[in-house]
C-alpha cells in the first residue's frame, strides 16, 4: 500500500491510471472505456471527495451521527428517531460490486429480524437514484434505500474508507460494530452482531 494514502485514493489513482493506459494502449478497449467516461469519472470524484472532504473516523463506541435523508419511496427517514430499535447502516454505490454482493444478504438479515426490531438503512453514495432503483427492484430489496445528497453530507459524516461499509448501531444510537468491506463470512458475522443486540 502506497505509504500515507488511504486505500479508496489509492484505488481511485489506479483506476485513473488504467484509464490513461488502456486509451493509449488498446482502441478496442479504449472504446469501451470512452463509453463509459462519465461513470468512471464520476466513481473517481466520489472518491476523491470522501478521501478529502471526509471527517475523523468512527470508532466501536461512539454515538453515530444523526441525519435525515429522503429515501427512494420519498419518505424522509431520520436516524435518530429509529434509537428504540437497532440499526444496521449500510453505504453502498451502483458502481461497487462487493456493495451489490451485500445487497441480498442485508436484506435476508432484514427480513428474518426486522419483527424483532431490527432496521436496516442503506444510503447511495453516488446519489443515482434510477440505477438504485432499478438495481433494488431486481434484487428485490425489502429496507429503505437513501440517496446521499450532492454534497455527500451523511457520507462525509461516516468518513467511508472502504466500500461497502457497514455499521451496526445499538438502540442507544451507538456504533457497536464497523465492518467495511464484503467477504465470503461477512453475513455470518453481521447477522451475529445483529442477534445479540437484540437479544439486549
Not at 453515530?64 to 424522509?76: E, I, Q, T, W
Request: net charge neutral; with cysteine; aromatic share 8%.
Amino acid at each position: 500500500m502506497t505509504a500515507g494514502l488511504p486505500e479508496c485514493k489509492v484505488f481511485m489513482l489506479c483506476v485513473i491510471a488504467l484509464f490513461v493506459s488502456v486509451h493509449f494502449m488498446n482502441k478496442g478497449l479504449a472504446r469501451y472505456m470512452h463509453k463509459h467516461t462519465n461513470q468512471i469519472l464520476a466513481a473517481c470524484l466520489c472518491l476523491l471527495f470522501l478521501t478529502v472532504a471526509g471527517a475523523s473516523s468512527l470508532s466501536i463506541g461512539d454515538r453515530a451521527p444523526d441525519f435525515v435523508l429522503r429515501s427512494l419511496a420519498g419518505k424522509n427517514l431520520r436516524l435518530s428517531e429509529y434509537r428504540s430499535e437497532v440499526v444496521v447502516l449500510n453505504f453502498w454505490a451502483t458502481w461497487c460490486s462487493k456493495c451489490r454482493d451485500a445487497m441480498p444478504v442485508l436484506n435476508s438479515i432484514y427480513q428474518q429480524y426486522q419483527p424483532e426490531g431490527l432496521q436496516v438503512f442503506s444510503v447511495g453514495v453516488d446519489g443515482d437514484s434510477q440505477k438504485a432503483t432499478e438495481l433494488a427492484t431486481d434484487m428485490g430489496i425489502t429496507f429503505p434505500i437513501m440517496p446521499d445528497n450532492e454534497k455527500k453530507t451523511v457520507s462525509r459524516m461516516y468518513d467511508l474508507g472502504s466500500m461497502p461499509l457497514t455499521l451496526v448501531i445499538d438502540r442507544e444510537g451507538n456504533v457497536r460494530h464497523i465492518q467495511k468491506g464484503f467477504k465470503r463470512d461477512s453475513g455470518e458475522k453481521l447477522e451475529a452482531v445483529v442477534a445479540e443486540l437484540l437479544a439486549e
